[in-house]
């Protein structure tokens, strides 16, 4: 009996050849450039100091009065959104309770359109005179509130912590604060539960005039959750950290003697990636004014009561108003907030600045660029053409470009709601049923049209198939590149799909289990985005179109939308040689005699005719 012949050793490909066409080498050390920006991230660490009061004058916040104060607010008027009687109401409510005090309270009346309707909103404003002319410091808090319940924590908790303070800093000579060196407002606003429009119609009058040396927000401080504070913005800023740490070493010299929360450092690099907040302070953040909002409610402002939360935890509510009273007081010693670098990233109570994050975030594209440029110098050394894929993939983004434009036009008919730049409403997020029917149909047209030149006719040499990974990775390294010129900080959504793609064509030859992994290894990102609003903000399922509105609303920026077309004309490049469906841009032999639109014509008329051939053939058996 004679022995099997033994196998045949499989042998690994050759670094360079078709089956392995990235050079990892390359690869591998272009990461060293980037340990030089780590290092300098490590030197930007810093501590920013806090601002402390030399005033001996006790504590004048009575957190029980502030508590009864909310109590008559919301039993008085319990319905106070804006434009019905009872926001009528609160407005004279909140006059009365600061008339005893002295103060003049000045009203500032606009319009803005709610649900479809066009409201007036009343923003009220209580000023205490400084000796110095420049600057002013605001202390605010929403009146309004969303109509679900009576509004307790959400908002009277706020507006009576704001009345509380306003007594100890009163122009009467009973107040404790007699004379302040900067001036003092006490504004109470109109629609935050509808984009925060109050806040961002003050922000943008104060924009030309008086300087705002800093604004505490104070929103649903009397919740059973932790104190925490929020300081993102609506674009990829920071307020001066001088503040945020004030605040928070007056929560930690106060009664309770514990940091307040803030959100976690992925939480605000994703912030800064893609700019989206729902309190009060994102509209003067944005501005470059400094501005903290203290709240015990979480990511997502509170609509209507959960259980457990129709009384106010007085304790919370006390030392918020302690807090903001301390860091009042160490404002007004006359010490200016140095602004700082204008993002960062807070880490317990030290920073990373923003510019050494955007550094190390910009250094992480090199080792893919330099690979995709490599295997696109290979494929010219081989003679392997890479112009089909171009223009391959140059009618996939002609694709994407057309779906965007009617997403953006849908939105300008009003298809998706109002589009006055303002951040959706987060309680009344619904699927627009007939206008993405629509969108869907005159998408699928254009598809129709798009795909005439994609599907493979013939069989697909190994040549072509690298050179469609080489166009479509040249086009992801053209998006990082604009990406880094517009927002260095969303690179974090955009860095797996490049370094997890730039595997494909290393695994084009292995099993569609491996390559379909490698493939939705590169979706971490922006999935990753949706995740973060669909748990962050209670959206759940409707995360994605909540986005999606965003952009609609003109609130998310528009060279960011069309970067992202790009991004997904490269990702259904690489999709269609995952699965074995790429086709390069045919040549002018392989096309039909007709083009795709023409082609498109004659069969709907082709159609059309043989209807009717069919309903007079029908009609003449018939008689």
Same mark, same amino acid.
């Given at each position: 009996?004679t022995?099997?012949?033994?196998? /045949?050793?499989?042998?690994?490909?050759?670094?360079?050849?078709?089956?392995r066409?990235?050079?990892?080498?390359l690869?591998?050390g272009?990461?060293?450039?980037?340990?030089?920006?780590?290092?300098?991230?490590?030197?930007?660490?810093?501590?920013?100091?806090?601002?402390?009061?030399? #005033?001996?004058?006790?504590?004048?916040?009575?957190?029980?009065?502030?508590?009864?104060?909310a109590?008559?607010l919301?039993? #008085?008027?319990?319905?106070?959104?804006?434009?019905?009687?009872?926001a009528?109401?609160?407005?004279?409510?909140?006059?009365?309770?600061?008339?005893p005090?002295?103060?003049?309270?000045?009203?500032?009346?606009?319009?803005?359109?709610?649900?479809?309707?066009?409201?007036?909103?009343?923003?009220?404003?209580?000023?205490?005179?400084?000796?110095s002319?420049?600057?002013?410091? $605001?202390?605010? *808090?929403?009146?309004?509130?969303?109509?679900?319940?009576?509004?307790?924590?959400d908002?009277?908790?706020?507006? *009576?912590?704001?009345?509380?303070l306003?007594?100890?800093?009163?122009?009467?000579?009973?107040?404790?604060h007699?004379?302040?060196p900067?001036?003092?407002?006490?504004?109470?606003?109109?629609?935050?539960?509808?984009?925060?429009?109050?806040?961002?119609h003050?922000?943008?009058?104060?924009?030309t005039?008086?300087?705002?040396?800093?604004?505490?927000?104070?929103?649903?401080?009397?919740?059973?959750?932790?104190?925490r504070?929020?300081?993102?913005?609506? =674009?990829?800023?920071? /307020?001066?950290?001088?503040?945020?740490?004030?605040?928070?070493a007056?929560?930690? +010299?106060?009664?309770?003697?514990?940091?307040?929360? %803030?959100? #976690?450092?992925?939480?605000?690099?994703?912030?800064?990636?893609?700019?989206?907040?729902?309190?009060? +302070?994102?509209?003067f953040?944005?501005?470059?004014?400094?501005?903290?909002?203290?709240?015990?409610a979480?990511?997502? !402002? !509170?609509?209507?009561?959960?259980?457990?939360?129709?009384r106010?935890?007085v304790?919370?509510l006390g030392a918020v108003?302690?807090a903001?009273?301390?860091?009042?007081?160490?404002?007004?010693?006359?010490v200016?907030? =140095?602004?700082?670098?204008? #993002?960062?990233v807070?880490?317990?109570?030290?920073?990373?600045?923003?510019?050494?994050?955007?550094?190390?975030?910009?250094a992480?594209?090199?080792?893919?660029?330099?690979?995709?440029?490599?295997?696109?110098?290979?494929c010219?050394?081989?003679?392997?053409? $890479?112009?089909?894929?171009? %223009?391959?993939?140059?009618?996939?983004?002609?694709?994407?470009?057309?779906?965007?434009?009617?997403?953006?036009?849908?939105?300008?008919?009003g298809?998706?709601?109002?589009?006055d730049?303002?951040?959706?409403?987060?309680?009344?997020?619904s699927?627009?049923?007939?206008?993405?029917?629509?969108?869907?149909?005159?998408?699928?047209?254009?598809?129709?049209?798009?795909? =005439? &030149?994609?599907?493979?006719?013939r069989?697909?040499? !190994?040549?072509?198939r690298?050179?469609?990974?080489?166009?479509?990775?040249?086009?992801?390294? $053209?998006?990082?590149?604009?990406l880094?010129?517009?927002?260095?900080?969303?690179?974090?959504?955009?860095?797996?799909?490049?370094?997890?793609?730039?595997?494909?064509?290393q695994? +084009?030859?292995?099993?569609?289990?491996?390559?379909?992994?490698?493939?939705?290894?590169?979706l971490v990102?922006?999935?990753?985005?949706?995740?973060?609003?669909?748990?962050?903000?209670?959206?759940?399922?409707?995360? /994605?179109?909540?986005?999606?509105?965003?952009?609609?609303?003109?609130?998310a920026?528009?060279?960011?939308?069309?970067?992202?077309?790009?991004?997904?004309?490269a990702?259904?490049?690489?999709?269609?040689l995952?699965?074995?469906?790429?086709? /390069?841009?045919?040549a002018? &032999?392989?096309?039909?005699?007709?083009g795709?639109?023409?082609?498109?014509?004659?069969t709907?008329?082709l159609?059309?005719?043989?209807?009717?051939?069919?309903?007079?053939?029908?009609?003449?058996?018939n008689?």
């Amino acid at each position: 009996m004679t022995a099997a012949p033994p196998a /045949p050793e499989r042998r690994r490909p050759r670094p360079g050849s078709l089956e392995r066409p990235i050079n990892a080498r390359l690869y591998r050390g272009t990461w060293l450039l980037v340990g030089l920006p780590l290092l300098l991230l490590a030197f930007s660490v810093a501590r920013p100091p806090a601002l402390h009061t030399s #005033s001996n004058l006790p504590p004048a916040f009575k957190q029980d009065q502030a508590a009864a104060i909310a109590e008559d607010l919301t039993s #008085s008027y319990p319905n106070r959104q804006p434009g019905t009687l009872g926001a009528r109401g609160a407005e004279t409510w909140f006059r009365d309770q600061l008339k005893p005090y002295g103060f003049n309270v000045r009203s500032d009346r606009f319009t803005a359109t709610i649900h479809g309707r066009r409201t007036t909103l009343v923003n009220l404003a209580a000023e205490k005179a400084g000796l110095s002319p420049q600057g002013e410091i $605001v202390v605010m *808090a929403h009146r309004d509130d969303s109509g679900d319940d009576n509004g307790l924590n959400d908002n009277a908790s706020g507006t *009576a912590a704001l009345i509380e303070l306003a007594r100890s800093y009163a122009p009467t000579a009973a107040a404790q604060h007699v004379s302040l060196p900067v001036s003092l407002v006490f504004l109470s606003t109109d629609g935050a539960s509808d984009g925060a429009r109050g806040a961002a119609h003050f922000a943008a009058l104060q924009e030309t005039g008086q300087d705002i040396l800093a604004v505490v927000n104070l929103d649903s401080i009397g919740g059973r959750g932790t104190p925490r504070l929020v300081f993102g913005g609506n =674009t990829a800023r920071s /307020p001066a950290p001088g503040l945020v740490e004030t605040l928070r070493a007056a929560f930690a +010299q106060g009664p309770g003697g514990t940091d307040p929360a %803030r959100p #976690s450092g992925l939480q605000q690099l994703v912030g800064l990636g893609f700019p989206f907040n729902p309190y009060e +302070q994102a509209p003067f953040v944005s501005r470059g004014m400094p501005a903290v909002t203290v709240t015990t409610a979480g990511a997502r !402002p !509170p609509a209507g009561r959960r259980r457990g939360e129709n009384r106010l935890d007085v304790g919370h509510l006390g030392a918020v108003g302690l807090a903001t009273q301390e860091t009042i007081n160490a404002m007004e010693e006359g010490v200016s907030l =140095t602004q700082g670098p204008t #993002s960062y990233v807070y880490l317990g109570q030290r920073l990373i600045r923003g510019w050494a994050i955007e550094i190390v975030l910009v250094a992480m594209l090199l080792p893919f660029l330099a690979a995709a440029v490599d295997l696109f110098a290979r494929c010219r050394r081989r003679r392997i053409r $890479v112009a089909p894929a171009v %223009r391959s993939y140059r009618s996939r983004l002609y694709f994407w470009i057309w779906v965007g434009a009617l997403f953006l036009v849908f939105g300008a008919l009003g298809f998706w709601g109002g589009t006055d730049g303002r951040a959706p409403s987060l309680t009344d997020v619904s699927w627009p049923g007939s206008g993405l029917i629509a969108l869907a149909l005159l998408s699928a047209v254009g598809w129709i049209v798009a795909r =005439t &030149r994609l599907l493979p006719r013939r069989a697909i040499r !190994p040549e072509e198939r690298l050179a469609g990974h080489s166009g479509a990775l040249l086009a992801l390294g $053209v998006v990082g590149l604009l990406l880094a010129a517009t927002n260095p900080f969303a690179l974090i959504f955009l860095l797996p799909s490049l370094h997890a793609w730039l595997w494909l064509p290393q695994v +084009q030859t292995r099993q569609p289990g491996l390559r379909a992994s490698v493939f939705l290894a590169g979706l971490v990102g922006p999935g990753y985005l949706v995740w973060s609003f669909a748990t962050h903000y209670g959206l759940g399922w409707d995360a /994605p179109w909540y986005i999606a509105k965003l952009f609609a609303s003109g609130y998310a920026p528009l060279p960011l939308f069309v970067i992202g077309l790009g991004w997904l004309a490269a990702a259904g490049q690489l999709a269609a040689l995952a699965s074995g469906r790429y086709a /390069p841009y045919p040549a002018p &032999r392989e096309r039909p005699r007709r083009g795709p639109v023409r082609e498109l014509i004659r069969t709907l008329v082709l159609a059309q005719r043989r209807r009717s051939g069919v309903a007079e053939s029908r009609h003449a058996v018939n008689e």
